[in-house]
């Protein structure tokens, strides 16, 4: 349908033009003359100009309907996708919240976690798509059904027909004009003549008034389009980026609290120290309970001498697990109170009573009083 316009009007404006020539060549003398020509140079700039902007307002009108459209494509796919996350969501959570695992609770923590971390990024997603709607989709779809690009294309289509018209009047009087000339002093035909050509006067009038307010109206349209049309695309991108910037935030924290649970259950198991053996798999301390027991056996069956106090040098670190047990650094000294069965010993060190790995010590008979200050 628009090749049939262009064509349509290229033929125009080679029909005016080639009137034009006949017009010139035997309109010179007697009646009319150029200035009944109604393709002047400024009329057919005028018209030019309107077509230009027709072209430009229809293009542009065509992007905002396509752009609303997409938009409102994506809301409908982005809404299932948020229906579907927030159920993963609600998923996750239960999962978290029931902790049927009996060996652990580490996957519950990463699906609270998780699931925690899915319903905000779905709350941004809906927000996402909410700014869509109201700031992009809305203000283009009314001005795509505005009145002003319809008022602007209403006048331009009436300044098209009004030229069509003045056309058809110029080749009346051109007519006219040639039977003045084959019967010169008929005062009927002189009469209906001048009454041809002050009708063109009108209409030329009126069409150069026409095609200004057309040209001003579909200006002003044009500027509208590309002004209002560059702030919507804009806002989309801006709200896009918000909505990105967002959920990176939210999948940054939660990664880095999955990884600590990762690292937690899968760090392997501290190495011994180089030095004495001791088995990994050493047992707890035992009681107070248990030691006395032990001892008070020993000191019934005369085997006393493990019960004497005695200093020992620590020569391996070792770090406390639990609040009855001390924590000894290499060159450490620690008073010696009871030995266990099991490879533990209870003592004191730092003025802190508590067990420790008899094999991380060395016995020492001799010690400088300072450093026997020290142990308390």
């Known amino acids: 349908m628009e090749a049939i316009r262009k064509q349509a009007t290229k033929l125009r404006e080679q029909v005016a033009r080639q009137q034009q020539a006949v017009l010139k060549q035997f309109g010179a003398g007697g009646y009319g003359g150029s200035d009944n020509i109604i393709t002047d140079e400024a009329e057919l700039h005028q018209h030019q100009k309107l077509e230009k902007l027709y072209i430009s307002t229809r293009a542009g009108k065509h992007f905002q309907r396509d752009i609303v459209r997409g938009v409102e494509g994506y809301i409908v796919t982005g809404s299932k996708q948020v229906e579907i996350g927030t159920k993963l969501s609600e998923d996750?959570?239960?999962?978290?919240?029931?902790?049927?695992?009996?060996?652990?609770?580490?996957?519950?923590?990463?699906?609270?976690?998780?699931?925690?971390?899915?319903?905000?990024?779905?709350?941004?997603?809906?927000?996402?798509?909410?700014?869509?709607?109201?700031?992009?989709?809305?203000?283009?779809?009314?001005m795509v059904m505005g009145a002003p690009l319809e008022d602007a294309r209403h006048l331009a289509q009436r300044y098209d027909r009004m030229r069509q018209e003045a056309e058809a009047q110029a080749i009346e009087v051109f007519k006219r004009q040639a039977r003045v000339r084959e019967t010169p002093g008929n005062a009927e035909i002189t009469m209906k003549l001048e009454?041809?050509?002050?009708?063109?006067?009108?209409?030329?009038?009126?069409?150069?008034?026409?095609?200004?307010?057309?040209?001003?109206?579909?200006?002003?349209?044009?500027?509208?389009?590309?002004?209002?049309?560059?702030?919507?695309?804009?806002?989309?991108?801006?709200?896009?980026?918000?909505?990105?910037?967002?959920?990176?935030?939210?999948?940054d924290q939660l990664e880095g609290e999955m990884i600590l649970e990762r690292q937690r259950i899968e760090a392997p198991p501290t190495p011994p120290p180089p030095g004495p053996s001791v088995d990994n798999a050493?047992?707890?301390?035992?009681s107070y309970e248990e030691v006395n027991g032990v001892f008070a056996s020993q000191a019934h069956n005369g085997s006393t001498d493990s019960m004497g106090y005695f200093l020992g040098e620590v020569m391996h670190p070792y770090l406390a697990e639990s609040d009855v047990e001390l924590n000894l650094s290499v060159g450490d000294y620690v008073v010696v109170r009871k030995v266990s069965n099991n490879g533990w010993a209870e003592g004191e060190c730092k003025g802190k009573a508590g067990w420790f790995p008899f094999g991380y010590i060395e016995r020492r008979e001799r010690v400088l009083a300072s450093k026997v200050a020290e142990v308390f």
């Open 282 to 286: 050493m047992p707890p301390p035992p």
């Open 195 to 251: 009454a041809a050509e002050a009708k063109l006067q009108d209409l030329k009038s009126n069409m150069a008034t026409m095609g200004k307010e057309a040209a001003a109206a579909m200006a002003a349209v044009e500027a509208q389009q590309q002004r209002l049309t560059l702030q919507r695309l804009i806002a989309m991108v801006e709200a896009e980026r918000a909505y990105h910037q967002r959920v990176l935030q939210i999948l």
């Open 92 to 142: 996750s959570r239960k999962y978290g919240a029931e902790n049927t695992c009996t060996s652990g609770n580490t996957l519950s923590k990463a699906a609270l976690n998780y699931g925690r971390a899915r319903a905000q990024m779905e709350k941004e997603r809906g927000n996402m798509l909410k700014a869509l709607g109201t700031q992009v989709a809305e203000p283009l779809r009314a």
